[in-house]
Each structure stands twice: as C-alpha cells, then as structure tokens.
C-alpha cells in the first residue's frame, strides 16, 4: 500500500474522495518566465518572476533569491509584488518582514480592478493577522489604513474585511479601550437579536440534510411535533456569538432573526456553521459535508426587496453568528428582531453569484483550474483555512504533476495539506507527508518550516536528544520564527534540562517583545532567580499588550493574595461585561 501511493505521489496523481477536476491548462515553467522577465527593469515583471520560481514547475530557490534581490534593488510593484515579497518572506523565516509585505498587498487590492484581487486580499490579510506578533512596530505603520479599509473596503472583498476587523479588535484590545468585543460585533455586521431551537436529530451526515419542523413557515411553536428534544431556548450573546444558555446535547439547531429593509438592497449573508439558509422561506444556501468542496460557500448574495425579512439557518451547532453585510463587507446597518409575530415578505429573493471567493474554482463537486500558478497554490491555502485539505490537493495538484519539477513550497504545502486529507489511512499519511516534507527540503534548504517539522518527527521516533541539535541550528539560522524556540523549549522542559530550559525562555522574549505568549515562559525564570522587579516589569509589558490575559490573577492567586486576585477579577469583569464566567468566579 505505501509504495502504491508514494507511486501515485510521484506521479502527481493527488486525488481526493470522488473528486474531479477539469483539464488544466500548463501555463509557463520557471525557466521560460526567467528567460523572459530576468533582465527586466519592472517591478511587476519582477515579481512574476520571483513567483513564478517559488511556485512554478522548474522554479529554482538560488534563481528565487536572484529575483528578489533584482525585486527589492528596482523597489516599489504593485498587489503582486507585495505578495511574492511577502510569500518569500514567509517561506524563508523571514517572518518579521512579511505582515509588513501582506498589508501592502491588501492596500494595493483595495485599488485593484483584477479579478484576483478578493483572493490575493483575503489571503494577504490572513496571513498578515496570523503573523502580526513578530512583526515589532506593525500597528503604529499599519493601524490607520486598516480603520480606512474597514470604512472604505475598495475591492479587497468580504472575507479580507472581515480579517482585518479581526486585527482591528486585537490592536484595540491591546489599547484597553471599553466595549472592543461589541464594537467588533459591529464592525463585522453581527445580528444582535437572534433566537435558537433545537435539537433535532443526531447531528450525523444525514441529519445536516434532513428537513425538521423548524424549516416550516411562520412562528416556531414552544415544542416541536415529533421532536420531544426540540424547544426554543433563552440565549446569550458575545460580542458577533450567539449561543444557548443552558448545556445543549448534539443535534441540528436552528437560528432565526428578522430584519428591515427600507429599500430594495443586495444582502450578503454569512451565519457560522450553516448547513442551509432561507431568507422569507425560500432556500438561498446549501451545504453538504459529504459534497467535496462545498463547504467554503459560507456566504450568499442575495437581492431583497423593502419590508421586513426573515432569515432562517439549520446549524450543527447550538453557538452561531449570523452577519448582514452589503456585498463589500460593510455592515448591513440594520437593527434586528427575534420577534416572530409580525408578517414578513414572502416574495422569492433573488440569488446572485459571487458570495464567495473560492467559488470561481470549486463548482458543483469539480475543481476549476483557473489557469494560474500563483491563483492555484493561493486557492489551496485558502482551501486549507477553510478546512478543505482535499480540495486543497485536487486545487494545488498542477504544480505537482512532476514531482520532480516541483518547487519546495509547492511540496511542503502538499504535506501540510496531506497531513489531514481524509482519503488517506494514518498510515498512508505519515508517509506520505514524511516524503513530501524531505522533497521540499531537498529541493530549498532555506525552507524553514518543513525543516523544523521533519526534526520533531525524528525526535518522536529517536528520542528528543536527537532533536537538540538541528532545533539549535535552526534557532540560529531563523531567529525571527518564534515557533522554532518554542519547539526547543517545549523539547528542553521535557527533558528537564532546566539551564537550557531557561537560556532558550529569556532569549524567546528577547527576539519577540510584543508577542505575549512568546513573552510569558520568561515569567518562571526571573522569579525563580529572584528577579522580583523584571519579573513586575514583564507582567505589565504582557498585560500592555494583551489586557485580558490572567497573569496577575494567577500570580495573586500562587501568593495566596486572595485580595489582589479579586480586584484582578474585578478589573476583568468591567472589561468583560459578556464574560460571564469571570462574574461567576467573583460570587
């Protein structure tokens, strides 16, 4: 079985359950795209060429490194250049320099008239949000264009905005400014007013398909005929998440709200965890899990006449948000209701394409190749975010039709997204990720993330000493990937070496100051050395960036300071009002 499918990798044969595809097109090799774009003086064609050897069939990383340096020594590039910058950055261990990369590329977006733009936003502010701690100084250069792109999205796209919200809110939590979670809430187009019942059958497959009562027009009633599970149930709101009160059991849920509309508006509409949703009774989204790829159409755009409006989601979850935007991403700004009594519109909406930027490329079961290197390994990273390994395989699965050819990012995103793709054995997976992750190294030693990978993998089998010394290394070698130390130091504390231990915890805080959990392993070393005052000092650095963190609470409560403990808790329960948990810790 193994050599049948590392035979099948070689062939470039990644398929996942039942999926097709249609005939792809082979666009230009590295070597062609560097015979033409070399000598250029144009930061554009530049990048093309950048890209095209970190991702395209023949790309060699010395020839990469070539690009860049002809990137970086001409300067400036539009939406394209900002992502091969920040794309080489990432892969490298550079990781410092690519959120500052990421956010001009979403800046250059917002401007953009291609029709990649919404991808390349989306994945841009993504990665741009999941690397902000290692970038020192970020929110002083980015801070104002963010708020702007929230106000005036241009045509970065939805998903993008809704990113950038998220960053937004973390930025504002570190000013501790009051009301950061509603405010937040807001920004993203959250229902404020949303009623919840179930549950309904097991939750299972067949169950996320199944019709229940709570589909039916009109009222729901206080119990369901046939369902003795079933009821409405009180809810509780935090920040953009609505969720029932009380302990719920598995099953299918229902969310319901109503709103009004003044004029007739196209709404975009996205509830978590939907399998379905209807707007005034009528069927406007649907979603399988047992169909590949359908599970990225989280949105619908839809067109609504004036009057009020009904809008019902059959959930596998009794926690849900549901977001009303205009097709941009900007709130709805309307005010919501969970009361069922008034009449509402009963005219058909009409459904329009283009909710959703993934599908241009997964459609009906069948990838859709849209003919671009850059386009396919992005729509398989954002596959991946939306927890689609297949689909990411079948979408990357050109670049890797001679394995061979196949760049090093290319190979180790097919191990990242072979690491959970379901229509492998454990067995299978293992092997196949181990030899996808050794390609890559092989073919671009500079790439750090398979590297540090395949050591704790030989750790596991040999035993953590074997893993010391290549973590060591590639300490050295990366020192702006904070998730290498942590590695080493999760390595040095299992195997109770605590003067290595401790050297690695104070050097994490050094290199990642505005990173609160790369910070908080230095706690225990200045104060088991008696360093009384570092150890104050870095409790309010952490506390400056990260408000809501528990250190003081925890640390009062080590010392038995119970006094101490409940005014932390009370500090966190009037920044918190929603936390409901705090207030229950304080009575």
């Not at 809704?162 to 937004?168: F, G, H, P, S, T």
């Amino acid at each position: 079985m193994r050599k049948t499918l590392l035979a099948a990798l070689v062939s470039g044969l990644l398929l996942a359950c039942g999926a097709g595809r249609d005939t792809h097109a082979e666009g230009p090799s590295a070597p062609e795209v560097r015979a033409e774009l070399a000598d250029s003086n144009d930061p554009n064609e530049l990048a093309r060429w950048l890209l095209a050897e970190l991702l395209s069939e023949g790309g060699d990383p010395k020839q990469a490194e070539r690009a860049r340096k002809r990137l970086d020594a001409v300067g400036g590039g539009g939406m394209m250049a900002a992502l091969a910058r920040g794309l080489d950055d990432t892969f490298h261990g550079r990781l410092d320099r690519a959120p500052d990369h990421f956010l001009e590329a979403v800046a250059a977006a917002r401007r953009s008239e291609r029709p990649e733009a919404p991808l390349v936003a989306w994945f841009a502010a993504e990665q741009a949000s999941k690397l902000r701690h290692g970038a020192p100084g970020l929110r002083k250069r980015w801070g104002a264009f963010v708020e702007k792109a929230l106000r005036d999205p241009g045509a970065i796209g939805w998903r993008a905005r809704a990113e950038l919200v998220d960053l937004w809110q973390q930025w504002a939590w570190s000013d501790a400014r009051a009301g950061v979670v509603d405010r937040a809430a807001a920004l993203h187009g959250c229902a404020e007013s949303v009623r919840i019942a179930g549950p309904f059958g097991r939750n299972t497959p067949r169950s996320s398909t199944q019709h229940f009562p709570a589909e039916r027009p009109g009222p729901w009633p206080a119990r369901f005929t046939g369902e003795p599970r079933a009821s409405v149930h009180e809810v509780e709101r935090e920040g953009c998440f609505v969720s029932v009160s009380e302990e719920s059991p598995e099953g299918v849920y229902y969310a319901e709200t109503y709103f009004e509309l003044e004029r007739p508006t196209e709404v975009l509409i996205a509830v978590q965890s939907a399998y379905a949703i209807w707007v005034d009774d009528h069927l406007v989204l649907e979603r399988d899990i047992r169909t590949f790829g359908s599970w990225p159409r989280f949105g619908t755009r839809v067109r609504l006449g004036a009057g009020r409006h009904r809008l019902l989601a059959r959930l596998g979850d009794s926690r849900t948000s549901v977001r009303l935007m205009h097709p941009d991403g900007r709130p709805l700004g309307v005010r919501t209701s969970d009361d069922p009594s008034a009449p509402y519109v009963l005219a058909r909406p009409e459904v329009l394409p283009g909710a959703n930027v993934l599908d241009a490329y997964l459609v009906d079961g069948t990838v859709r190749d849209p003919g671009d290197d850059v386009i396919r390994f992005l729509a398989a990273l954002l596959a991946q975010v939306e927890s689609q390994p297949d689909a990411a395989n079948v979408l990357l699965e050109p670049l890797l039709v001679r394995p061979e050819r196949a760049t090093g990012p290319v190979l180790a995103a097919a191990a990242l997204f072979s690491r959970a793709d379901p229509v492998y054995s454990d067995t299978q997976r293992r092997d196949l990720v181990r030899e996808l992750e050794e390609r890559a190294v092989a073919r671009d030693p500079r790439l750090w993330e398979p590297r540090l990978l395949l050591a704790m993998q030989r750790g596991a089998q040999r035993g953590l000493v074997e893993a010391v010394g290549e973590l060591e290394r590639l300490a050295r070698e990366f020192p702006a990937v904070p998730g290498i130390l942590r590695e080493l130091l999760d390595v040095y504390t299992e195997l109770g070496w605590g003067p290595e231990r401790a050297r690695v915890a104070l050097e994490l805080a050094r290199r990642f100051p505005e990173d609160p959990a790369a910070l908080e392993p230095a706690l225990d070393v200045l104060e088991a050395s008696g360093r009384t005052a570092e150890a104050d000092a870095l409790v309010e650095r952490i506390q400056r960036l990260d408000p809501d963190r528990e250190i003081r609470l925890s640390r009062a409560l080590a010392r038995r300071d119970y006094e101490q403990a409940l005014a932390e808790l009370e500090r966190l329960a009037a920044r918190r009002p929603e936390r409901k948990d705090i207030a229950a810790r304080i009575t």
